[in-house]
């Protein structure tokens, strides 16, 4: 028989721990049940005193973080730097090709005029006579058998 | 496992993680079970308000990775331990906590105690009591308050703290043991 609960064994009956051994005593002892109804009363008034909710500050207004703040994670950043690069590259890109082109269009308008070039070249070499004396060629005709010009002035 | 049980874990589990698809059922429902963890904690209204936000939010972005191995709520308290072990850890908030306007005084949560039609006698020996184990639990461990505050306000079992606090079940009883060994001889004065 038990003369009265220890402080380890209050704490065990506290926490759950209870032998028949210490049931039967606190069934007997009026003192240990009212050590135990102390305690028990101060736990029950504190959980109370805690859970009251009109000391609890309320619940903030909840509210979706935005995704891309939240989800920035690796393959979308290195995907985010390929999509940037193209961006990047695609001006460059057609400013290269309209350069080339430029340069094909003038290569293509300085052929032409060259071409042009040769062909009145062409017509001018293969005529016998230069163009402002053909009128000469035209009026006068040569005689063999009338004297040098020269000659008649003699 | 029987297989009936495993059945129930699986649809306890689905449930738990279905849970979190609304975030902000969630965190209406279970803000003021880890508000007040984090108030008996820390004792001070801004950081407990602070830590609890704080737990939400990783409880948010953690929500993919929730499997349903505990309830919504112990997974929770779990993060909020975790934060509040973090804190007691940070000497920048112990150097603040010495000089902070907001903190809870033995008397205010005394005062959280609501006149319920009892006498001014019975008021008073509430008072009293409520008083006397807030002041004990300020000088309790950080690992013995957390397991006392899960036990005696949350009302969680030893394996539910257990699963909350990342201890042994054996552990838990030992630092609940040391607790109200040192609540009782408060309140026995």
């Not at chain 1, 057609?94 to 062909?119: F, G, M, P, T």
């Not at chain 2, 036990?151 to 606090?165: H, K």
Request: hydrophobic share 45%; with cysteine; proline share 5%.
């Amino acid at each position: 028989m038990i003369e009265h609960l220890s402080a380890e064994q209050v704490s065990q009956w506290m926490i759950g721990e209870r032998t028949p051994q210490l049931e039967q005593h606190v069934e007997e002892c009026a003192a240990c049940r009212g050590e135990l109804a102390q305690l028990e009363s101060a736990l029950s008034q504190f959980r109370t005193a805690m859970r009251d909710p009109a000391h609890l500050a309320p619940p903030p207004e909840w509210r979706e973080p935005a995704p891309s703040a939240a989800r920035l994670t690796w393959p979308r950043l290195v995907l985010a730097a390929m999509a940037l690069a193209v961006l990047l590259a695609a001006p460059v890109s057609w400013r290269v090709r309209a350069h080339e082109r430029a340069l094909r269009e003038e290569a293509a308008r300085a052929a032409q005029a060259d071409s042009q070039l040769l062909e009145s070249v062409d017509s001018e070499i293969s005529q016998a006579v230069p163009e402002p004396m053909e009128p000469l060629v035209t009026l006068v005709t040569w005689n063999s058998s009338s004297p040098e010009p020269n000659q008649k002035a003699q | 496992m029987e297989p009936s049980s495993a059945v129930d874990w699986m649809a306890t589990a689905v449930a738990s993680s279905r849970e979190l698809d609304d975030f902000e059922s969630v965190v209406r429902l279970h803000w003021p079970k880890v508000f007040r963890f984090a108030l008996a904690s820390l004792r001070d209204r801004h950081a407990a308000e602070s830590l609890a936000q704080d737990c939400f939010w990783k409880a948010y972005r953690a929500r993919h990775s929730f499997r349903g191995e505990a309830s919504v709520a112990t997974w929770l308290m779990q993060i909020a331990v975790n934060l509040v072990r973090d804190r007691a850890r940070d000497r920048r908030w112990q150097f603040w906590k010495r000089a902070q306007a907001t903190a809870v005084d033995a008397a205010a949560a005394a005062a959280w105690i609501r006149d319920r039609g009892a006498s001014p006698e019975d008021s008073a020996l509430i008072g009293e009591q409520v008083r006397a184990v807030w002041d004990a639990a300020r000088n309790l461990s950080e690992r013995q308050r957390t397991v006392f505050l899960l036990r005696f306000v949350e009302d969680m079992d030893l394996l539910e703290i257990a699963a909350a606090t990342g201890l042994k079940e054996g552990t838990v009883k030992i630092h609940l043991f040391r607790a109200v060994q040192a609540i009782r001889e408060r309140v026995a004065k």
